[in-house]
C-alpha cells in the first residue's frame, strides 16, 4: 500500500525510499472541527531516518497533523501507524488493525496504531516525542530539573512506583544515576550545559529552543516532531539547529518530522518535504522535486519578484512572537507533579537538622530557589532533608557540603560553596544579583518573592 495515495503502487514502480521504510505513515486522515475540514484525506510516509519537513501557508492543517500524530487530537478519521524495527510490517499492520488492539511489539518489531492510543502511550509505547510551537518547558526549574522530569516514568518504574524509591533499592539509584547521565549528554550536545543549573526562563529564547529538543531527546524516541523549530531564531541559531538535527539524526538514528516556516531550514536539511494548502497534501518529494512544483509555487513559496519586505514590519512582528512566548514561558512555571523524595543514605547524614523535617521551622521556610542554583527539584530535596533556611546553607561544614553534593546526584556547574556564600548573604536579609531577578519576577521561582514557602511540604525520610 502507498500513504501518498492509498492505493497499491502499480507493478514495476518503485518505492520512494520512505515508502519501503517508513517510521510513520498517515493514512486518509481527516480532522473536522464542526463544519471546518481542517485535515481532509491526507496520506504520506515519514521515512526511517531521515528529515522530513511538513510545509504549508498559514492555516494549511500542519499543527493538526501534529496534534492527530501525538494524541492531542482524535481523528475524525483515518489510520496512523507508527513502527519501530525495518520494513513496513504489512501483515503485522493488518493484524493489529483488525484485532482491535493499539499496538504490537516483538523483539525488536513494533507496530502501533496512534489513532486508537492516549498520548502517554504515543510518548512512552511508541516513543514519538515532540515540541511545541510555543515552548512549554517548567520555566522556574533549572534546564537539567526540565531534563530530569521529562525522564519522570522510567524512574517511576524503577522505583516499584515509590515503594523501591521510598527503600533506595538499587534499581532506583541506577535510573536516577542513568536519567542525569542522559540528561548531562543532551546538555552538551545542545551547548547548553553551562546553563544546567540556571532556571528555563532565565535563557534566551534560541536556548529555550534547543532544550526543549534536549528535552525530547531525553526520553529516547524514534520519532522527534518539532513544531517550528527555527521560529525567532537569528541566522546563527537556525544554522546550529540544522547541525543539532543532523546530529540527531546521524549520530542516534532517529527520524525527525518538522513544521516549518523558514524555508532555509527546510531547502537545507529535508530529506522529504511534503506541503499541504487548505487541509490537503498539494506535492510530496525531495526539496528539489517541491521547489520545482507548480502548485508548490503558486500556492506557498510564490512571492512576487515586485513585493517587497517592510523591515520594521516584519521586525514588529518577531517582537510580538517574543513577547507572547515569553507570557507562555511564565504562565508555563508551575513545578510538575512531586515525585516521592528518596533518601538512600539518611543514617550517615552529617547535618545537624534531623533528616526528614516534614514541616518547616515555625519561624518560617526561606524560599531556597532565589539561590542561584538551587531549583524547585533541589529544594524539594533539601526540605526533606530539614533544610529550610537561608541560615542552615550558610552554615554548611565542609563534610556536610560532600554528602548533599552526592545526595542531590547532582551535577551542577555552580559549587556548593558558592551556595554557601549566597545563603550568607540572603540570610542577613541581603540580595544577590540573581535573587533580585527572582524577586523582580525576571526568572520564574517555586514561589513569588521572598517570603516563607506557605504549605509547603517535604518528602519522607
Ligand atoms: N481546536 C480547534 N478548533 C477549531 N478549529 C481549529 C482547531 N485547531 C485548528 N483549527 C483550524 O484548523 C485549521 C488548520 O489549523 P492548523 O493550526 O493546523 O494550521 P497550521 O498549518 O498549523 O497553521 P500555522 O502555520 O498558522 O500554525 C485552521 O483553520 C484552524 O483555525
Redesign the pocket.
Known amino acids: 500500500m502507498n500513504a501518498m495515495t492509498g492505493k497499491k503502487a502499480p507493478a514495476g514502480a518503485a518505492l520512494r525510499r520512505w515508502e519501503q521504510d517508513p517510521v510513520l505513515s498517515v493514512e486518509h486522515l481527516t480532522?473536522r472541527?464542526?463544519g471546518?475540514v481542517?485535515?481532509g484525506d491526507l496520506s504520506f510516509d515519514v521515512g526511517r531516518g531521515d528529515i522530513t519537513a511538513l510545509i504549508?501557508?498559514?492555516?494549511?492543517?500542519?499543527?493538526?497533523?501534529?496534534?492527530c500524530v501525538t494524541g492531542f487530537?482524535k481523528p475524525t478519521e483515518g489510520r496512523i501507524i507508527m513502527r519501530h524495527g525495518p520494513g513496513r510490517q504489512d501483515d503485522t499492520v493488518k493484524t493489529v488493525t483488525d484485532s482491535g488492539l493499539r499496538f504490537h511489539k516483538e523483539g525488536g518489531q513494533g507496530v502501533y496504531l496512534l489513532e486508537r492510543m492516549p498520548d502517554h502511550e504515543i510518548s512512552h509505547k511508541a516513543k514519538v516525542a515532540r515540541t511545541f510551537?510555543n515552548i512549554r518547558l517548567f520555566g522556574g526549574m533549572t534546564c537539567l530539573e526540565n531534563l530530569l522530569v521529562a525522564q519522570h516514568n522510567p524512574l517511576v518504574v524503577a522505583s516499584g512506583f515509590s515503594i523501591g524509591g521510598i527503600l533506595g533499592l538499587p534499581s532506583y539509584k541506577k535510573a536516577e544515576e542513568e536519567a542525569i547521565e542522559r540528561a548531562v549528554y543532551w546538555l552538551e550536545r545542545t551547548h547548553l550545559i553551562d546553563r544546567a543549573d540556571d532556571p528555563a526562563s532565565d535563557l534566551p529564547y534560541g536556548a529555550q529552543r534547543r532544550l526543549e529538543i534536549a528535552r525530547a531527546m531525553c526520553t529516547g524516541p524514534e520519532l522527534l516532531c518539532l513544531d517550528?523549530p527555527a521560529a525567532g531564531l537569528n541566522p546563527r541559531e537556525s544554522a546550529e539547529l540544522n547541525d543539532l538535527l543532523r546530529y540527531i539524526r546521524e549520530e542516534h538514528g532517529t527520524s525527525v518530522l518538522l513544521?516549518e516556516?523558514d524555508m532555509g531550514v527546510v531547502m537545507e536539511i529535508s530529506d522529504h518535504i511534503i506541503v499541504?494548502d487548505y487541509?490537503v497534501k498539494i506535492s510530496d518529494g525531495t526539496a528539489d522535486e517541491v521547489k520545482a512544483d507548480p502548485k508548490v509555487i503558486a500556492a506557498y513559496l510564490g512571492v512576487d519578484d515586485e513585493e517587497e519586505i517592510d523591515i520594521p514590519e516584519v521586525l514588529e512582528d518577531v517582537k510580538e512572537v517574543v513577547e507572547e512566548h515569553e507570557e507562555q514561558v511564565h504562565a508555563s512555571s508551575d513545578v510538575p507533579e512531586a515525585q516521592e523524595i528518596v533518601i538512600a543514605d539518611a543514617a550517615n547524614y552529617p547535618g545537624r537538622q534531623p533528616v526528614g523535617s516534614i514541616e518547616p521551622p515555625a519561624s518560617g521556610a526561606n524560599n531556597l530557589t532565589r539561590i542561584r542554583g538551587i531549583g524547585p527539584q533541589n529544594e524539594r530535596k533539601l526540605n526533606a532533608l530539614g533544610i529550610w533556611t537561608f541560615g542552615q546553607i550558610a552554615s554548611w561544614s565542609a563534610e556536610e557540603i560532600r554528602w548533599v553534593g552526592s545526595y542531590l546526584a547532582f551535577p551542577g556547574r555552580i559549587e556548593r560553596e558558592e551556595w554557601v556564600a549566597q545563603a550568607k548573604v540572603l540570610a542577613e536579609g541581603g540580595d544577590t544579583e540573581f535573587s533580585k531577578r527572582v524577586d523582580g519576577g525576571k526568572v520564574s521561582s517555586s514561589r513569588a518573592g521572598r517570603g516563607p514557602a506557605k504549605g509547603s511540604k517535604g518528602g519522607k525520610a
Open positions: 480532522m472541527f464542526g471546518l481542517a485535515v504549508g501557508p498559514n492555516g494549511a492543517g500542519k499543527t493538526t497533523v501534529f496534534n487530537y510551537q517550528e513544521i516556516h499541504l487541509g
